[in-house]
């Protein structure tokens, strides 16, 4: 990526610039983080705020810095590498100290904004994403996604060299509890993880659960008919994704 600034970069020598950059970035957003929270508290707006913070995606797959492990995969796939990030929230009544294991999603952030402002969303809009402040606030009672949805499609090539190149197959994923089921499209097959008992995604259980498999095919089929092209992709990509038996 971009170098970080230089008032940063100047703090870390570790003898690799590549680990030197990425720890000017952290030390950056955490810095900045700061610096927001000591302007709240100027503006007496510390205890009217909420703050989330979230990775857009997993790291990418040409560097260790940060790693995805123990999960497979990175930036632009749906393995857990891909699409598992963190994300920690911050304000007035949300719980102290407490670790959620709910599977949540990025598109949760806008509906939870959303309400902690106490604004509506005009007449005739729907949103994706649920208001993630009953779990924030202990409240929650449930699930707070039945399932949720990727499909996805990413290629690039890094220009400092011509042999590293990486391409990620149109795909799909839904989780739902514990359950995540894959399909690939270069390969035109589904997979089947237990996410409790293989976090790491190293044992494919379909074959020996085809109960499970059959209704998660069947809530992606019914959630991909209901979503338009995405508009970034190639037609025959999306296609690619299509329900199939």
């Known amino acids: 990526g971009l170098p970080a600034p230089a008032e940063y970069l100047e703090k870390f020598h570790t003898g690799s610039k590549r680990i ?35 990775s857009d995606n997993g790291a990418s797959g040409t560097s260790p810095i940060p790693s995805n492990a123990p999960f497979l995969g990175f930036k632009g796939q749906v393995w857990q590498g891909g699409v598992r990030v963190p994300m920690v929230a911050w304000g007035t009544g949300v719980a102290a100290g407490k670790i959620s294991r709910e599977p949540v999603i990025s598109m949760d952030v806008m509906p939870t904004a959303l309400e902690a402002a106490g604004v509506d969303l005009p007449a005739g809009y729907t949103v994706d994403g649920r208001s ?47 359950w995540m ?58 296609k690619a994704l299509a329900p199939r038996e």
């Open 132 to 178: 993630l402040l009953p779990l924030l606030r202990g409240q929650q009672k449930g699930p707070v996604h039945e399932s949720l949805f990727w499909a996805g499609q990413l290629a690039y090539k890094w220009v400092n060299n011509a042999n590293d190149e990486m391409t990620a197959p149109p795909a799909w994923a839904v989780r739902k509890g514990r």
């Open 20 to 54: 030197d950059n990425f720890y000017a970035y952290l030390n950056a957003a955490d810095e900045g983080v700061a610096r927001i929270r000591r302007v709240l508290v100027e503006m007496g707006q510390e205890q009217n705020t909420l703050i989330v913070l979230l």
């Open 181 to 238: 089921l894959r399909y690939w499209s270069n390969l035109g097959r589904h997979e089947l993880y237990d996410l409790e008992q293989d976090r790491g995604e190293r044992h494919d259980v379909a074959t020996q659960h085809a109960e499970i498999v059959r209704p998660m095919k069947a809530d992606y089929a019914q959630w991909y008919r209901g979503t338009r092209t995405p508009m970034g992709w190639g037609e025959e990509n999306w």
